[in-house]
């Protein structure tokens, strides 16, 4: 589903809309934002600036096969909009269900599609922010003012994933493909393709592609925890059973669910070995023990790195029925016919995908700067990870690694409106956030913690973000059930507020 053109507002060419909010991205958090906007602050005029054709950010812009959810939709949806559809949704069904919100709440005429934002200039003289937004269906130079920024943009380039420089790279004779940047010509029918990586992109890919390849081969430096399961979820099925409204069933199932999360989350945590080998029995349900010893046990501790579910275990079925072969070891380099492992043998292949993850975005690679002066948001420090020291009516979504990313965006959706309602309350134009005297000789330390979480997009870019403090007020927790408790409470009068 989109919003047709006809329902979107232009921008007359030379002039400067303002609004009370902009919104940057037109992704989950983004529509989630908005909907809050136009809920609870009804009086609030509010624009969303989004760079794609339409609305979706990940699920409209990955188009390789097999696209799907790694974490339950009961969770993934947002909290207001009950889902009906299986734990494990497809790109097209998210898309769906996001349209239905836009629809539902008349959410099109505040979006603004190919709408590429350029800077962001904050002037505490007018205490305003002004942004600049080429228009890229016609090259048109845009401004827009705005009194509150609301960051929904995501956390990775949409434009480019990442790819390992490899010596070799041009030696070879075939195609090789980012997931990301998935060529709609790409005919892999009947061809050999070779799949590198371990994560939820590369258990996608394999068995959405294996059944017309020739052959796959999944090469893998170190293997990944995945939760194989029926995609399916009976207290659902039950409760629709009994004929109980779908809105209940929603926040049940949810309830139950997260339950379930932070119990897994703790025990992995409490009980490692316990939890490690619990994933490996349900893999051990399609492979022989063997193959799962060498190809998919982990050498880290469950939650490290994000545990995708796979529905069906359709990855380990895909092997089990010599669709797939799965190589682990290491690159030496690229030869014309494929890759030579540092082991010796070589893997040939017509295809190379490189599932090997993507670029961390700051803040959507904007040039912001406050009162004319650069801003490096590495020099910032974050109040718990949503808005920053020096950086004055702003707040930026980042949600949870180890839970559905739209939890933290209801979370904070809220968080913001009571923000703009306390102050208009105070009459405050301007608010920030800063260290309190008794934070002074606060250490202060890498936005994560590389021991408890430690993916390879967020190690390669963890010197561009913001640093936290060893307080919770100046930390991203990553603790959804701590988080329904203290998101609400914060005391918007304490010291760490600075209003004007």
Request: proline share 6%; hydrophobic share 40%; with cysteine.
């Amino acid at each position: 589903m989109t919003v047709t053109e006809a329902s979107r507002p232009k921008s007359a060419p030379g002039k400067t809309e303002h609004f009370d909010v902009l919104i940057v991205g037109a992704g989950i958090s983004g529509v989630g934002g908005a909907y809050h906007l136009s809920t609870q602050c009804p009086g609030k005029t509010f624009v969303v600036l989004e760079g794609l054709e339409s609305f979706g950010g990940t699920w409209l812009m990955h188009r390789y096969p097999g696209i799907r959810s790694d974490s339950d939709l009961y969770t993934f949806g947002y909290r207001f909009k009950p889902w009906v559809g299986p734990p494990i949704a497809t790109a097209e069904e998210i898309l769906t269900y996001m349209g239905e919100v836009i629809e539902e709440n008349d959410l099109g005429s505040h979006i603004r599609y190919q709408h590429k934002i350029v800077s962001a200039e904050w002037s505490s003289k007018d205490n305003l922010w002004t942004i600049e937004a080429v228009r890229t269906d016609t090259n048109e130079d845009l401004r827009f003012t705005a009194n509150f920024l609301w960051m929904c943009q995501g956390y990775y380039r949409h434009s480019e994933g990442y790819t390992p420089e490899w010596k070799g790279m041009s030696d070879f004779k075939g195609r090789i493909v980012h997931p990301q940047t998935w060529p709609e010509d790409l005919d892999y029918k009947g061809k050999n393709v070779l799949v590198i990586g371990s994560g939820a992109t590369a258990a996608t890919i394999v068995p959405a592609m294996a059944d017309d390849c020739a052959h796959v081969t999944l090469l893998q430096r170190s293997p990944t925890y995945f939760i194989p399961g029926r995609n399916e979820n009976d207290l659902a099925n039950t409760l629709r059973q009994l004929e109980i409204d779908e809105t209940w069933i929603h926040e049940i199932v949810r309830r139950k669910v997260l339950f379930d999360q932070a119990e897994f989350t703790r025990r992995s945590f409490e009980e490692p070995e316990t939890v490690k080998q619990e994933l490996l029995a349900g893999v051990k349900m399609f492979l022989p023990e063997e193959v799962v010893d060498k190809h998919f046990t982990p050498s880290y501790r469950p939650w490290r790195q994000r545990i995708a579910f796979v529905p069906d275990g359709d990855i380990f079925q895909a092997a089990a029925k010599g669709k797939l072969s799965v190589e682990t070891d290491e690159i030496d380099r690229f030869t014309a016919k494929g890759i030579l492992l540092k082991s010796g043998k070589e893997l040939e292949a017509d295809i190379i995908i490189t599932a090997t993850g993507f670029n961390l975005s700051v803040l959507g690679d904007i040039a912001f700067t406050i009162d004319g002066k650069p801003l490096d948001f590495a020099n910032t420090v974050t109040y718990r990870g949503m808005m920053f020291t020096g950086v004055p009516n702003m707040v930026w979504i980042f949600g949870y690694f180890r839970a559905s990313w739209t939890l933290r965006a209801d979370l904070i959706g809220d968080f913001v409106c009571r923000l703009l309602q306390h102050m208009d309350a105070k009459g405050a134009r301007r608010v920030e956030v800063a260290l309190r005297p008794e934070d002074k000789d606060m250490p202060l330390l890498p936005w994560m913690d590389p021991e408890n979480f430690n993916p390879g997009y967020l190690m390669r870019s963890m010197h561009l973000l913001p640093k936290r403090g060893d307080k919770p007020e100046w930390a991203h927790t990553q603790d959804y059930w701590a988080e329904t408790k203290s998101l609400p409470a914060i005391d918007l009068d304490g010291k760490e507020f600075v209003y004007k």
